[in-house]
């Protein structure tokens, strides 16, 4: 027969043999996870380490890749900023030609050397009885000139700075020296409307002819076409 000291302790035993595939397995996992971080941590020194553990020729190399891309780009972007700065002179000059043709005809129109149109007024005078002077279209001439008139031509006269009416010996007048046919016209080009109001206020050109027996009228027009050009 067993005694309960020696049953006790078979019992004790066999327990203690069943917790041994425990413990083996936990041991198992813990060298599992620290391969895994030993793992880990050679990549990332791997990475972290390329160029470090490089041969001197791979270094050489790469250094030289790095620097020719290097002195690409610089030369890139030295081109790019010349030609940059031609488009830049060009603009210029381009802006520099442009403005003087614009100046060149706004001075050509004024001195009367070129065509013009723009809109204006058309002011006929017609004369009947043959009475108005020469003055009186220096009169009208001047009225309009000082309503802002910036191109007038008289007849086929193109008027300029140095204009002159007079008085034709076989009635009538002369501008510039050619003979004017009645009814007189007036092309002017400038403000229609400052024209027109100028020309009709009391005591103005229109009422001044009236008194002197003859008619104006004034049509306002949107484009006005002055052909008549002055020898430069």
Known sequence: MSTPEGKGGREA????????PGGRLLIGLLCAVLGFAVTAEVRSNDRSTKFATARQDELVGILGDLSQRSERLRGDIRDLESTKAGLERDTQGQTAVE????????????????????????????????RLRAEDLLDALEELRDAGAEVI????????????????????????????????????IGDPHTLATALNIPGGVLQTLRNDGARGKVVQEQRIVIRAIRSP
């Open 153 to 188: 031509q008289v007849g086929d006269v193109r008027v300029g700075v140095s204009t002159y009416f007079a008085d034709a010996a076989s009635g009538g007048a002369v501008a510039d020296g050619r003979l004017l046919t009645r009814p007189y016209v007036f092309l002017v």
């Open 13 to 20: 035993r066999r327990g203690s043999g069943r917790r041994r």
């Open 99 to 130: 403005d003087a043709r614009r100046r060149a005809a706004t001075y050509g129109m004024l001195a009367g050397t070129l065509p013009a149109a723009g809109p204006g007024i058309r002011l006929t005078i017609d004369d009947p009885r043959g």
